[in-house]
Every structure is written in structure tokens, then in C-alpha cells.
């Protein structure tokens, strides 16, 4: 089944579709959606917040995720006004710092990129180094999709 469901989200948009799915997802999760993806407005870096407990080790967290779609590599990296990068850089610079409700402050913060597809060779040492040196202010996670088609089997489906 998770062999199905990550061919089905590699034929997904980024927009419309695979950022619609996403906060089903974490409400199926736990979390609840404080801010979804929205045409026209300008999101500093996440298309989706959410608050909840981690399943993994039950600590309430503040949940940003960056929507991309297809395998991320060089080019995708750090190519533009849409790059992975830059939205990272506009998380840190500016959503963190001003979009964050009072309630919400003390939470752990944790920033996933999620994608339909993988995080390519060539730029694994760069996700990784990003993380080491924003690891202060929040734990990256990386969700491509196997591990997202994983979370539906488990959450969704089950």
C-alpha cells in the first residue's frame, strides 16, 4: 500500500492538491491546523501550521511546514524567490519572529519540508548543514514521500 500511495502523491501539484492533503494529514495526527495554504497571500515561508503533541515523543509542538513538490535537488536548493532555501531563511527571518501567536510561543517549534518526492544526493549535506546551524531555534525535519505516504498508511488508513 505505501508503494501506491507515494507513486499517487509524485503525480500530485504542489498547489490544490498535495497542500490540501496535508492538513487532513496532521489532523489525523493530533495537530490542529492553525493556518492553512491560501492563494494570494503572502505566507513567509509556511504554507501550513499546526499545533499538537508529537507522536513520537508526546511533547506539544508548533508545526510549520514548507510545501514543495517533485525531488528537491541543487537547483531547487537555492535557485530563486521559491527556492527550499529561501523559504527556510523567510521562516527564521520573519514568520518565527512575527507570525507566532502569543499562545503558541513557548511550544517547541519544528519546521518540516515536505515534498512528493526526494531529497537528491547532491543536496542532502546542504539540508543537513541548514539543520546543524538552525538547530537552536528549531528542529528541520524532512518529509518526502515515502515518509509521507508512511504517515497516511498509519494515520489515515489504519
Known amino acids: 500500500m505505501r508503494l501506491i500511495l507515494a507513486q499517487y502523491l509524485r503525480t500530485l501539484r ?5 497542500d490540501r492533503l496535508l492538513p487532513d494529514l496532521l489532523l489525523s495526527m493530533g495537530y490542529v491546523p492553525v493556518s ?3 492563494t494570494g497571500i503572502r505566507q513567509y515561508g ?5 499545533v499538537g503533541k508529537n507522536p513520537e515523543d508526546g511533547v506539544k509542538e508548533l508545526l510549520c511546514l ?13 535557485s530563486g524567490p521559491q527556492s527550499v532555501r529561501q523559504s527556510l531563511n523567510e521562516v527564521f ?10 499562545q503558541h ?6 519546521i518540516v519540508l515536505a515534498t512528493t ?25 524532512f518529509w518526502g514521500g515515502d515518509k509521507i505516504a508512511t504517515l497516511i498508511e498509519k494515520f489515515m488508513l489504519s
Open 36 to 38: 492553512k495554504p491560501q
Open 93 to 102: 527571518d520573519v514568520y518565527l519572529q512575527t507570525h507566532v501567536e502569543p
Open 105 to 110: 510561543e513557548p511550544l517547541r517549534k519544528r
Open 66 to 78: 514548507i510545501v514543495k513538490r517533485g525531488d528537491l535537488g541543487r537547483n531547487e536548493w537555492d
Open 117 to 141: 518526492g526526494d531529497l537528491k544526493q547532491d543536496t542532502q549535506i546542504n539540508w543537513d548543514s541548514y539543520a546543524k546551524d538552525h538547530s537552536g531555534l528549531a528542529t528541520l525535519d
Open 14 to 18: 504542489e498547489r490544490d492538491e498535495f
Open 46 to 50: 509556511v504554507d501550513v501550521a499546526a
